[in-house]
């Protein structure tokens, strides 16, 4: 089991950033994928993007393609979401995950850990 901590999240105006962070504990940290997921007031829950285990390799939505890089620092535990040019419809709260695998998948069930979450707000 993987214990993740998220943080970064605020308000922010249209157009503007953020970089969200994700601490992990138990599993040795390069054994496994991480991903990003988020959910917004009404809605399911939503795939953002994911990382392999070296970083090596990247996956994200077609909605924030562009704008969002994900990335890790395995030497420090951590992984990040930066958020580059967001929009109103980026409004939802984040959550972190870590892998089955090494290699990512894009579905919820494709991860077995999951943060508490920490909300992003992006005013009009």
């Known amino acids: 089991q993987v214990q993740l901590v998220e943080s970064g999240g605020g308000l922010v105006q249209a157009g503007g950033s953020l970089r969200l962070s994700c601490a992990a504990a138990?599993?040795?940290?390069?054994?496994?994928?991480m991903g990003w997921f988020r959910q917004a007031p009404g809605k399911e829950r939503e795939f953002v993007a994911a990382?392999?285990?070296?970083?090596?390799?990247?996956y994200y939505a077609d909605s924030v393609k562009g704008r969002f890089t994900i990335s890790r620092d395995n030497a420090k535990n951590t992984g990040y979401l930066q958020m580059n040019s967001l929009k109103p419809e980026d409004t939802a709260v984040y959550y972190c995950?870590?892998?089955?695998?090494?290699?990512?998948?894009?579905?919820?069930?494709?991860?077995?850990?999951w943060g508490q979450g920490t909300q992003v707000t992006v005013s009009s």
């Open positions: 995950a870590a892998g089955r695998r090494s290699y990512y998948g894009i579905r919820g069930s494709d991860f077995d850990s």
């Open positions: 990382i392999n285990w070296s970083a090596g390799s990247t």
């Open positions: 138990g599993r040795t940290f390069s054994s496994y994928a």
